[in-house]
């Protein structure tokens, strides 16, 4: 059974940084595409940040470029997203996904989703 479990979200100041964990069992993490996406209050689920299964490409938002950074430790089955210069307009729930395809801003092309952790950045 697959399973990825996002941690590491919590209350910070703007400015302040946080950084996320999504640790995989299950699956290969090796083998496959991870991305983050977030989910704010009334809003569409979107895009954050992806890194493709070799580790040598990502890709962001714009939003966050600069910001973020998405990072994998294969050794550890685990993804990271490191966030920085956090601002009020960053809270949301922070999914983490598996992808057998690299289409890194495409939800539907993740075949894995873990439950989210909840970021929460005041002003």
């Known amino acids: 059974q697959v399973q990825l479990v996002e941690s590491g979200g919590g209350l910070v100041q703007a400015g302040g940084s946080l950084r996320l964990s999504c640790a995989a069992s299950?699956?290969?993490?090796?083998?496959?595409?991870m991305g983050w996406f977030r989910q704010a209050p009334g809003k569409e689920r979107s895009f954050v940040a992806a890194?493709?299964?070799?580790?040598?490409?990502?890709y962001y938002a714009d939003s966050v470029k600069g910001r973020f950074t998405i990072s994998r430790d294969d050794a550890e089955n685990t993804v990271y997203l490191q966030m920085n210069s956090l601002k009020p307009e960053d809270t949301a729930v922070y999914f983490c996904a598996a992808s057998a395809v690299y289409l890194p801003t495409t939800s539907r092309s993740y075949d894995y989703w873990g439950q989210g952790t909840q970021v929460t950045v005041s002003s």
């Open positions: 890194i493709k299964w070799s580790g040598s490409i990502t």
């Open positions: 299950g699956l290969t993490l090796s083998r496959y595409n």
